[in-house]
């Protein structure tokens, strides 16, 4: 938000930032009677975001919290109570793509802001850990049936040798259909892509 000229520099590039006016050419801050209606509005609806976030109305709080965030691009705690409105305060694990890419979103501007707290590290930590935990679970439950196809092939390809060719055939018909409904190839490159 541009307004008036920097009563240090006489530049005419005034940023609203952090609830004072910095000027964008000598990095002088100051404070005038429409900056400190303007804090004072600013921090009542962050406030009032906060006061909905607390008694669990996130759809509210995010609805608030996004608004200013507009406003003031540079301040983290909107993006903080996005975050929290959106993990319903970093107890939901399992997101919609949706929400999962708004909130890697919302992350990346915090990070860029150096602006997240603990809570939100171990957050984000613990659904690290269970997405893994997740896949490697598919991977194995994958395993297991390929290799008891592999084992079937063995002992029906021992017990009538003629008919080895066919087995084999058919071996891989049924690790080539499993393969395409359990999606490995997908969680194959989830697990790549996460240790990476």
């Not at 691009?73 to 708004?102: F, G, H």
Request: aromatic share 14%; with cysteine.
């Amino acid at each position: 938000m541009y307004e008036r000229k920097c009563p240090n520099c006489g530049g005419d590039k005034i940023i609203f930032e952090n609830g004072h006016f910095k000027c964008a050419f000598c990095d002088a801050v100051f404070a005038d009677k429409t900056s400190d209606k303007a804090t004072f509005k600013y921090a009542a609806q962050v406030y009032q975001a906060k006061e909905h976030l607390k008694v669990g109305n996130f759809e509210r709080a995010y609805e608030i919290s996004y608004k200013l965030s507009d406003l003031h691009p540079t301040d983290p705690s909107p993006y903080a109570i996005m975050l929290l409105s959106i993990t319903s305060k970093l107890t939901v694990y399992k997101l919609p793509e949706d929400k999962r890419n708004e909130a890697a979103d919302i992350w990346c501007k915090m990070e860029q802001l150096n602006a997240i707290a603990q809570p939100m590290v171990v957050y984000a930590e613990n659904m690290f850990q269970k997405k893994m935990n997740m896949v490697k679970e598919k991977v194995i439950c994958a395993a297991f049936f390929i290799a008891l196809g592999v084992i079937m092939l063995i002992s029906a390809s021992c017990k009538y040798p003629a008919w080895s060719q066919l087995f084999v055939v058919l071996d891989l018909l049924y690790t080539c259909y499993y393969c395409w409904i359990s999606q490995l190839s997908n969680i194959i490159s989830i697990y790549q892509m996460e240790n990476n």
